[in-house]
């Protein structure tokens, strides 16, 4: 089983679009939780980490359910720039490392 | 400030050919790390160095080298390369490896073994 499962997509929405993705993690002793973005062929970048009582980052809202083992990321008022991969990443685990999700990608259209 | 370079950013190579490929932060970061992404796996981590002097295994070690030759650079080794090792390869470092660092990430190498 892997540490951290993704639904792939693609999610396509409009311009505006409130989305929302989801995350779930394998073991209950993960420490920490981030989602970061990828750009097509370059590299990660982080986008937020991700705390027990939620943070928001301007339009980007991120939760964290330790009983049901999964992170949530909310997209509001989708913007073309928005397209992009969403890897969710958990450290702790089984080797204390961080581990990534495949991905989940977003196409925002016009 | 490059943050996180590495240097080939492409590779060709034949099957039981080796090369090295290269990484170097200009942050002081104490921990490196290397990485393959495949389509649908994710990032999986190959080794990692917590420290200088230091190199662990990741989840995927095997027909890998590493060499934590300063605190700067972290380089990665494909003795004898396979089919199978073609991938996109990033380099990462943070600060310290604790839950709370951020990783920071070169641009990568598009390595294809034939």
């Known amino acids: 089983r892997k540490e951290v499962e993704q639904d792939p997509g693609p999610f396509n929405v409009p311009e505006g679009a409130t989305v929302a993705f989801n995350c779930t993690y394998s073991?209950?002793?993960?420490?920490?939780f981030f989602w970061y973005r990828q750009d097509c062929r370059k590299e990660p970048k982080l986008l937020m980490s991700?705390?027990?009582s939620g943070n928001e980052d301007g339009r980007f809202t991120a939760q964290l359910n330790r009983a049901s083992q999964y992170i949530s990321l909310l997209i509001r008022d989708s913007k073309l720039s928005d397209s992009a991969t969403y890897l969710c990443v958990v450290y702790g685990g089984g080797f204390n490392k961080f581990y990534f999700g495949s991905g989940t990608k977003l196409n925002v259209k016009p | 400030n490059a943050g996180v370079t590495q240097t080939p950013k492409f590779q060709v190579l034949k099957t039981g050919q080796s090369m090295t490929l290269q990484c170097a932060q200009d942050m002081n970061h104490n921990s490196m790390y290397w990485y393959r992404q495949d389509p649908g796996m994710g990032l999986r981590l190959i080794y990692y160095?917590?420290?200088?002097?230091?190199?662990d295994k990741g989840e995927v070690p095997n027909g890998y080298n590493v060499s934590r030759l300063n605190k700067r650079e972290f380089s990665l080794r494909l003795e004898s390369a396979a089919p199978s090792q073609t991938s996109v390869y990033f380099c990462a470092s943070s600060e310290a490896m604790s839950s709370y660092n951020e990783q920071f990430f070169g641009p990568g190498t598009r390595l294809t073994v034939l």
């Open positions: 991700v705390y027990s």
């Open positions: 073991n209950s002793a993960s420490q920490s």
């Open positions: 160095s917590a420290s200088e002097g230091t190199t």
